[in-house]
Structures are given as C-alpha cells and as structure tokens.
C-alpha cells in the first residue's frame, strides 16, 4: 500500500510500513551503521511506540531488521519505549531509553546481542525510580549517555516550570544506579518571547552533548528540541563550554530552518571520525492522510556536522550520498537574465548542486517541484545582503503558498539566515525525493516537506529577481532508489 504513494520517498529511509519518529540508538559496530527509530510497526499514529531497526554498510542502502525493543506487557515501558542512546558497555551493547508507564517515562535498560538483533530489558528497569525531588518539572525523558573520567554520565531532556527547558545530569559506574547531579544548563523559554525564531521552548526534548574539533579551535554543542505543551518547535544548538557540571553556553543557533521538519535529531562519530546526524522529517499532511497511505514520516539522510571558523556549526549530507547520482547534467556558466527563469533539472528524485555568484543585493528565485503552468510549485527565495563584510547574510525563504492544490497540506512559509561565505559565493544543494526537501546554502540546512498533487509537477528551474546571477560550477543528477533490488549490499530489500 504504502510502496503506490507518490509522495513516499525513495532515497531516504521510510519505516517498510507505519510510523516512524526520532532516530535512536545511532551507532557504526565491526563497520555496519545501525540506525533505530521510534516505530510503530502496527500503523502510521504515535501510539505503544517500539524501536525499529535498520541495518547499512554504506549509509545510503539500508536493509531492515528484526524489531529491537517492543513495549512489555506490563512493567516500566508497558505504553512505549521511547528515545535513547546506545553505547557500548566494555564490549556489551547497552540501550538507555524512556520506558513509559501512563503519562510518565522513566530510563530504563536493555543489553543487546553482538548483531545488536536480540535485546534483553534489564530487572532492575526503572534505572531510576523518579524524576529528581523538589523541581517541578514538566517532562523527564530522552538521554545523552557518555563516559568521563571512569564513569558514565547522562543528561535527560526536560523543563522547569516557569523557568525553561532544561538538561538534567546524571553519574554512574554501572549504566543502571544512577546519582542526581543537577541541572547542566536551564533555559530561560517560560519567560521569553514565543514568536522568537530561536525560542528554546519550555521543555527540551532529545538533548544531546558532544566536543567537535574544527579552524575555530575545540568547541562544546548542546543539542535539543524545543517543545510546549504537546508541540514540536524546531531543533536547536548551543555552543559553548562543558565546565565540571554545567555548560557555559555563548550563542543559541538554528539546527535547520524549516522547524518540525527536522526534529528530534542524534548523532553520533562514526569508524571514520566524522560527526553523523540524523533527524526526524515530520508530515505536512493530515494525521488521516498519513493512516490513509500506511506510512508516516521520513528519516533525514545522514548529514556531517563540522563546526566552521565563525565557531557556528555546517551541516552537509554524508558525501557517500552521492553514489546515487545518475544522468549528470552541467549547468556551470549559465547566466540567468532578470525575469527569465532557465530550466535546470527535471524530476522528483533530484540532486542539484550549484556555486552561483549573486551580486551584493542581488537575489534569486529556485523553483522546484514545479509544474508547466506554475498552478504548483515551491518557490526558494535566496537574497544576498548589502551589509558591511563580517556579518553578512544570505536571507532565505521557502514559499510553500503553491505547493500543493491539496488545501490539506501544510503550506506555511520557512525563513531565516545562512552564514556568507568568504568569497561572496553562495553554495546550493538541494535534495529533491518526492514530498521530502532537504536544502542546504552555505551550509545552512533547511528542511520541509512538501505535496504536490500533479504527476508533471517536476521542473526545476532558476531566475534572477534582482541584480545579476551565475551558475559558477554546478550540475543536476537524477537520483537512483535505495530501495532497489539488487544494490551492493546483501541489503536494499524493498
Ligand atoms: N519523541 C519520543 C520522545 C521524544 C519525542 C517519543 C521527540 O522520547 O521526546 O516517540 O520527538
């Protein structure tokens, strides 16, 4: 049922059929990335949630395996077993995840066969018994578990009222008795402005810390997801410093601008050193849709995060993605004259990559998804500010007016900042599979989701609005099925 949807991605990882959410779990074990994702094998709701599993050699063709953790029939995770972290425990794979119980998650523990296939809950779940005593605090859920100096440490995702998300931090020697440290870091989203495009929210779902290495020296990144009372915001970062128990924070970022379309994020350091993040591309459809078509929700492509000389964080799909170019097209040295759109790319399984130089003031309208008569398209507008050297911005935005001619689908425009390059250029990629758009300039991400409901709904094209643009290196592939038979590992099986 789910394989006839036109709008159900082909290159990026889909659940075989029903729900999907966060990525969990991530991990690179004897070569084979693992990716877990929340899951609900029965049907496309958020509802008695496993961890579903799925296995690649290349992060490109996946292969579906066993389901790893069901909720049990009664005990800690009788109502889901919710996001988590898997690390390795001196050799034993070890899974710490929110077991529900009612409204309530709790950690909780299971240990894994070396194939990472066959996982044992541990008798001891809950791991910890209650939310730490006198903080009134909205939700307990989500883990971050790493080592240091001889011990684990874990931060847990939530919010104290009136004041702001928060990550909890936790020590043990053991993974399963745990001592309450304190609050790492407390935001300050109970008392700001909600309208604010980094607003940290009230509650921090999926908080994750990790160090990168890059030409700004060594920084510190706390990750998370900023949530309300029931609602998905966006993802967030701060950078900074972890100091002994709290984290120093100096600029709050935009992981990706298009919201709760890349949600949820984790990421982990691969066999070759490099920082892989995954995220959650909810739906812009109604719930119903979504029951209608017997899947939900897409699993972003792997993407590296390196941290740039301004101390900010570029994001980039893993490079291995390309493999699945086919049919390249050069677009370098095309000039685009105002008010004439050029076509570049025809398809819904498209990569397009583009270095194009805009003058100082100067913009451009991307069209994708677009049909001959433009009754849909989904219009990216990208404009080159005037603004003295170093804090320069591109300003983009994605106009989702015309996406669809299904009045259900969310049409709402995305917008924001992406950092200007040293030489002025401004650097596209853009990822077209069907209803999921992954875009990328200058290293900026934004994700959407979008609905076409017409078949020739496929060009994409580019025009100047404003002021001169040119194509200075750039080309379109059509992009090949994951799923398809007969790709190079044993995988790729549907
Ligand atoms: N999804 C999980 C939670 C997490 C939320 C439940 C974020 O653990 O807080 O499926 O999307």
Redesign the pocket.
């Known amino acids: 049922r789910a394989d006839t949807d036109p709008h159900r991605p082909r290159f990026h990882f889909v659940p075989p059929s029903g729900w999907l ?2 990525p969990n779990g991530l991990t690179q074990r004897d070569g084979v990335y693992h990716l877990f994702y ?1 899951h609900n094998p029965e049907a496309a709701v ?1 509802h008695r ?1 496993s961890w579903g599993h799925a296995t690649s050699r290349d992060l490109v063709h996946w292969q579906d395996e066993p389901v790893a953790l069901v909720p049990g029939d009664s005990g800690p995770d009788v109502d ?1 077993c ?3 972290v898997l690390v390795d425990d001196g050799g034993v794979p070890t899974i710490v995840y ?1 077991g ?1 119980h009612g409204e309530r ?1 709790l950690p909780c523990v299971a240990t894994g066969s070396d194939d990472l296939r066959a996982w044992t809950k541990d008798p001891r779940n809950p791991v910890v018994a209650a939310p730490p005593a006198g903080l009134d605090l909205v ?1 307990f ?2 883990h971050s578990v790493w080592r240091e100096g001889g011990r684990w440490r874990q931060l847990i ?1 939530s919010g104290i009222r009136g004041r702001g998300g928060t990550a909890l931090l936790y020590e043990s020697v053991d993974l399963r008795s745990w001592d309450y440290v304190g609050p790492l870091l407390v935001g300050t989203g109970a008392t700001d402005d909600r309208s604010r495009p980094d607003w940290t929210g009230t509650m921090w ?2 908080v994750e810390l990790f160090g990168l290495q890059g030409g700004s020296g060594a920084r510190d990144v706390l990750v998370f ?1 900023a ?1 309300d009372e029931g609602q ?1 915001h966006h993802a967030l970062y701060f950078t900074g410093e972890y100091v002994g128990d709290t984290f120093v924070p100096d600029g709050t970022h935009r992981l990706d601008l298009g919201g709760r379309y890349f ?2 994020p984790q990421s982990f350091t691969d066999d070759a050193g490099r920082r892989v993040m995954f995220g ?1 591309l909810q739906e812009g459809r109604p719930d119903a849709a979504a029951v209608a078509a017997g899947w939900s929700g897409v699993m972003s492509l792997p993407r590296v995060v390196t941290l740039a000389e301004d101390g900010g964080l570029r994001l980039a799909p893993a490079p291995e993605i390309a493999d699945l170019r086919r049919d390249r097209v050069t677009l370098t040295g095309r000039e685009m004259l105002a008010g004439e759109p050029a076509a570049l790319a025809s398809g819904d399984q498209l990569d397009v990559e583009l270095l194009i130089a805009l003058e100082p003031g100067a913009s451009a309208r991307l069209v994708l998804r677009a049909t001959p008569d433009a009754s849909e398209e989904t219009v990216l507008e990208i404009a080159r500010e005037t603004r003295g050297r170093g804090d320069a911005r591109v300003r983009i935005r994605l106009d989702r007016s015309r996406s669809s001619l299904d009045p259900a689908a969310d049409r709402g425009e995305l917008t924001g900042d992406a950092p200007a390059r040293a030489d002025g250029l401004v650097h596209l990629r853009l990822l077209v599979d069907r209803s999921a758009l992954e875009l990328f300039v200058n290293g900026q991400a934004l994700t959407a989701r979008v609905y076409p409901t017409r078949a020739d709904a496929v060009a994409v094209r580019l025009a100047a609005t404003g002021g001169r643009v040119r194509i200075e290196d750039g080309a379109a592939w059509r992009m090949e099925d994951a799923w398809q038979a007969g790709a190079p590992d044993e995988g790729a099986s549907r």
């Open positions: 959410n966060d929340q958020h949630i889901g919710w996001s988590g929110s529900r998650e939700a859920r989500d995702g779902e999926c997801s949530w998905t949600y949820a959650w």
